[in-house]
């Protein structure tokens, strides 16, 4: 993996940059912990309760990897010097 790019952090365009990094981050984190609570209530849960209990794991497990895909992502689009909101179809042409 090559290093990401210096970024200028007095521009907006670097500000931006870093603090969508770290949110899309956080956001991340936040659905790794949810993974896990999800985890440790599924050998509490009997019957029917369960059932749920394993669907709301895997829905949480869903999150998390969305999130972890948003944030490489974005990490990719930092590195490549592409905005965020570019367009798939455009950002293949930028390439």
């Known amino acids: 993996m090559s290093a ?3 970024i200028d ?3 907006a365009v670097g500000r931006w940059a870093v603090d969508e990094l ?3 981050y956080v956001s991340w984190r936040e659905e790794c912990q949810a993974v896990r609570a999800a ?3 599924l050998p509490g849960a009997g019957g029917t309760e369960r059932t ?3 669907a709301g794991y895997l829905a949480a ?3 998390e990897e969305h999130a972890a895909q948003a944030y490489a992502d974005h990490i990719e689009h930092v590195r490549r010097g592409i905005p965020s909101e570019v367009s ?3 950002r293949a042409a930028l390439r």
């Open 4 to 6: 990401l790019p210096d």
């Open 39 to 41: 985890y440790r209530r």
């Open 52 to 54: 749920l209990t394993y």
């Open 61 to 63: 497990l869903e999150r």
């Open 22 to 24: 770290l949110e899309r």
């Open 9 to 11: 952090l007095e521009t």
């Open 88 to 90: 798939g179809s455009s």
